[in-house]
Nanobody
C-alpha cells in the first residue's frame, strides 16, 4: 500500500509563493508518474501538473509559467513550486502517484488559500 504525505500548504497574499512537498512510501518511486491535482470549493478536481518517470512535464494552462513540478527520486518526493499565486489558485491540493495497471494513490490534501 502506498502512502503519500503532503506538506507546505497555507495562506499567502496574491503574488506570493508556496512550495508543496509530497513524500511517498510503500512502493518503488522512480518509475511512477507523479502529479498534483486541486479541488476548489464547488468545483471538480482538476489536474494541475504532472511529471513522468523521465521528467517530462505537463501543466494546465492556468498555471503555465507560474508553477513548476519537480521530483527527487532519491528522496521519494515530488514538489510543486507555486509562484505569482492568484486568488483563483485557492484549493485543496492533492498529491497523486500512478503506474499503469498497478496503482493510483492519493494524498490527504493540503489547503492553499490565496488572499486578494
Amino acid at each position: 500500500q502506498v502512502q503519500l504525505v503532503e506538506s507546505g500548504g497555507g495562506m499567502v497574499q496574491a503574488g506570493g509563493s508556496l512550495r508543496l512537498s509530497c513524500v511517498s512510501s510503500g512502493t518503488t518511486f522512480s518509475g511512477n508518474t507523479m502529479a498534483w491535482y486541486r479541488q476548489a470549493p464547488g468545483k471538480n478536481r482538476e489536474l494541475v501538473a504532472r511529471i513522468g518517470s523521465g521528467n517530462n512535464t505537463y501543466y494546465t494552462n492556468s498555471v503555465k509559467g507560474r508553477f513548476t513540478i519537480s521530483r527527487d527520486n532519491a528522496k521519494n518526493s515530488v514538489y510543486l513550486q507555486m509562484n505569482s499565486l492568484r486568488p483563483e489558485d485557492t484549493a485543496v491540493y492533492y498529491c497523486n502517484a500512478w503506474r499503469w495497471n498497478e496503482f493510483d494513490y492519493w494524498g490527504q490534501g493540503s489547503l492553499v488559500t490565496v488572499s486578494s
